[in-house]
């Protein structure tokens, strides 16, 4: 079993910056591929980012390229997503996942979910 908890989210002005982070516990995470997803209100989980286990492959969602950057500490068993240039569109409930495979995570294949940290973007 792994336990994922994610931090870091809360309100900003559009333009600014957040860095939401993962803690993971239980097995250890390096054995697993890690993704970020995000949900708004009356919107289903869509895919933000993934990161292969040994951290040396990403892979971002078209609407977060350029803008958005994952990452892990394995030592720390703990991921992060960097988040600029943040815009109204990009406000919701933000999940840390675990997978097999970054290709998995990428499909929405998951084996672990964490809780959900909110973000509000203000315009």
């Known amino acids: 079993q792994v336990q994922l908890v994610e931090s870091g989210g809360g309100l900003v002005q559009a333009g600014g910056s957040l860095r939401l982070s993962c803690a993971a516990s239980g097995r250890t995470l390096s054995t697993y591929a890690m993704g970020w997803f995000r949900q708004a209100p009356g919107k289903e989980r869509g895919f933000v980012a993934a990161i292969s286990a040994s951290g040396s492959t990403l892979y971002y969602g078209d609407s977060v390229k350029g803008r958005f950057t994952i990452s892990r500490d394995n030592a720390k068993s703990t991921v992060y997503l960097q988040m600029d240039s943040l815009q109204p569109e990009d406000a919701g409930v933000y999940y840390c996942?675990?997978?097999?495979?970054?290709?998995?995570?990428?499909?929405?294949?998951?084996?672990?979910w964490g809780q959900g940290t909110q973000v509000t973007v203000s315009s």
């Open positions: 996942a675990a997978g097999g495979s970054r290709y998995q995570v990428q499909q929405g294949r998951i084996a672990y």
